[in-house]
């Protein structure tokens, strides 16, 4: 069970950024799948999340400028980033939650900044 997160880098307040998790096993079918992020002195914290059905919470900090979306077929989970601000500066963490099992990615680094 392993799962790789990409698509962090730098982006321009106001920009864009579209952030992809590949998961590894048998699992992601039935996983409910999330992105979590956490800033520098800071805690980690829920960014968004989507069940194996397709139901999508968002925080309240990201809702209307980001989406998460799944593909079962790919084994894939994303997170599009619009309208970036710098306070979303972190590092973005992909979990996978299924019987009882919390799985985390290695992150990736979202730096927003002009």
């Known amino acids: 069970v392993q799962l790789q997160a990409s698509g962090g880098g730098l982006g321009q307040p106001g920009g864009s950024l579209r952030l992809s998790c590949a998961a590894s096993?048998?699992?992601?079918?039935?996983?409910?799948m999330g992105w979590y992020r956490q800033a520098p002195g800071k805690q980690r914290e829920l960014v968004a999340s989507?069940?194996?059905?397709?139901?999508?919470d968002h925080a309240d900090f990201v809702k209307g400028r980001f989406t998460i979306s799944r593909d079962n077929a790919k084994n894939a989970v994303y997170l599009q980033m619009n309208s970036l601000k710098p306070e979303d500066t972190a590092i973005y963490y992909c979990?996978?939650?299924?019987?009882?099992?919390?799985?985390w990615g290695q992150g990736t680094l979202v730096t927003v900044s002009s």
């Open positions: 979990n996978a939650k299924f019987g009882g099992l919390d799985v």
């Open positions: 096993g048998n699992f992601f079918k039935i996983a409910t």
């Open positions: 989507i069940t194996n059905g397709g139901s999508t």
